[in-house]
């Protein structure tokens, strides 16, 4: 099983940043997909959620109306576009695979720094 998460960087306040995660090594499609995000010293928070045919999406507060979350079953991919980028936006942000009786899985986390 691997989730390996890509597009993070540096950005400067109110820019924009797509990350995705390719999964592999389990049903992909029969898995909920959402985005975490740990900042220093913080807990690691839920940031967005997806259902499993991508029908039904979810937001944290804070980010509702800047994230939108998509996957592509197909592809075997999950996305998360941040937009108006905040520095309190500035984590590691985390892909995973959530089901209700099966294992869930995490992805290593990829580094977004939000900074003029």
């Known amino acids: 099983v691997r989730l390996v998460e890509s597009g993070g960087g540096l950005v400067q306040p109110g820019g924009s940043l797509r990350l995705s995660c390719a999964a592999s090594g389990f049903t992909f499609s029969s898995y909920a997909m959402k985005w975490y995000r740990q900042a220093p010293g913080k807990e690691r928070e839920l940031v967005a959620g997806?259902?499993?045919?991508?029908?039904?999406?979810d937001y944290a507060d804070s980010v509702k109306g800047r994230f939108t979350i998509s996957r592509d079953n197909a592809k075997r991919t999950v996305s998360l576009q941040m937009n108006s980028l905040k520095p309190d936006d500035t984590a590691v942000y985390y892909c995973?695979?959530?089901?209700?009786?099966?294992?869930?899985?995490w992805g290593r986390g990829t580094q977004v720094t939000v900074s003029s």
């Open positions: 997806i259902t499993s045919a991508g029908g039904s999406t």
């Open positions: 995973n695979a959530a089901h209700p009786v099966r294992d869930n899985y």
